[in-house]
């Protein structure tokens, strides 16, 4: 069982820097990939970035040149870095850990962008 303890989220202004961490905890081993995703009200949730044990990232076109997303393998914590934020990152984020065929999902952390 592995469990994802997410923090960091609130409110910002547009063009604000919000960081979110997420921490694993648990019977996890071996080359996983963490991620974050997000979620608005009425549409899909959809990939923010993902970072493989390695520090292979990659990223949505939406957010590219404005988050940053990075790990700690000791700490077993994935972080995302989002600057320039906009009113259309607004979203609840959720962190997501991938290992072969399993998946785990954290509760989510609402970013809000709004002056």
């Known amino acids: 069982q592995v469990q994802l303890v997410e923090s960091g989220g609130g409110l910002v202004q547009p063009g604000g820097s919000l960081r979110l961490s997420c921490a694993a905890s648990?019977?996890?081993?071996?080359?996983?990939?963490m991620g974050w995703y997000r979620q608005a009200p009425g549409k899909q949730r959809e990939l923010v970035a993902t970072i493989t044990s390695g520090n292979s990232t990659n990223y949505a076109d939406s957010v590219k040149g404005r988050f940053t997303i990075s790990r700690d393998n000791a700490k077993r914590t994935v972080y995302l870095q989002m600057n320039s934020l906009k009113a259309e990152d607004t979203a609840v984020y959720y962190c997501?850990?991938?290992?072969?065929?399993?998946?785990?999902w954290g509760q989510g952390t609402q970013v809000t962008v709004s002056s």
């Open positions: 997501n850990v991938a290992l072969a065929a399993m998946r785990w």
């Open positions: 648990g019977s996890i081993f071996g080359i996983y990939v």
